[in-house]
């Protein structure tokens, strides 16, 4: 096979991480469109066995059975499926389309206490690898390109001035008719912030080799541009 043919089917695993609501699964989407590549929303994950837990009484505001939800793991299958209407992946939880329900604030304010859970880690970071395995992938989350995916031949790490993403978020979900405040979502990426950054399991921290991008005064169309010259080196060499 002569040199140009390999390169140009190489596939690569490119890992986006960083913190809430800076803009990565709409950076992923779009990476992984331009390049035809599969696009994988680990934070889907998290928020869909948070919605179990919310279901089975495992996890409430002031309790959280840790262990119910740890004996119960064998019975939680998270998948994607794409809906070709919409054009997009839609996460699925035992079956059951959960898209809509997992984006709500509801789901926001319980998955950092599921996310902590090491047992829950496990199983969707095997899951995450499983779907890795064949790489033409850009998967999004806290911990992908130091965690599941330390390998990852691209890895970039997201960030943007907190009140930013709060005021990006809090027009996502009025978008879609929640009823909340500006405070209460400026409240939650902070406990967010927080939470990921300082959990003891897989914290959000920023992998060596990740190329930084605060988008904080970039527009999204300057984003992939930067981004997709740093993926088409990485294929080019
Ligand atoms: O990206 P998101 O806001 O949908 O993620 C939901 C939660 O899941 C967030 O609080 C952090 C957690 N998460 C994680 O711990 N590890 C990942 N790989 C993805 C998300």
Do not use: W
Request: aromatic share 6%.
């Amino acid at each position: 096979m002569d040199i140009s043919t390999t390169l140009n089917t190489a596939k690569i695993i490119i890992a986006i991480d960083g913190y809430s609501s800076c803009g990565k699964s709409t950076l992923a989407k779009q990476v992984a469109k331009e390049k035809n590549y599969l696009y994988i929303d680990t934070g889907a994950m998290y928020r869909a066995v948070a919605l179990y837990a919310l279901r089975n009484g495992f996890i409430s505001q002031d309790n959280f059975n840790q262990k119910a939800l740890i004996d119960s793991l064998t019975k939680i299958k998270v998948s994607f499926s794409h809906n070709s209407e919409l054009n997009c992946s839609e996460t699925y939880l035992n079956g059951e389309n959960i898209e809509k329900e997992i984006r709500g604030i509801t789901i926001s304010n319980h998955v950092s206490k599921i996310a902590q859970v090491k047992e829950v880690r496990a199983k969707l970071v095997e899951i995450q690898r499983e779907i890795g395995a064949e790489k033409g992938l850009v998967m999004d989350g806290r911990d992908i390109g130091t965690v599941v995916f330390p390998n990852a031949e691209l890895k970039i790490f997201m960030t943007a001035h907190y009140k930013i993403r709060a005021q990006r978020r809090f027009d996502e979900l009025q978008a879609i008719g929640d009823d909340i405040t500006f405070e209460e979502v400026l409240n939650n990426i902070v406990s967010r912030d927080n939470d990921d950054t300082s959990r003891s399991e897989n914290p959000l921290i920023q992998a060596e080799d990740a190329i930084v991008i605060d988008n904080s005064e970039i527009t999204q169309g300057e984003q992939l541009k930067l981004v997709l010259g740093h993926v088409n080196n990485k294929l080019s060499h």
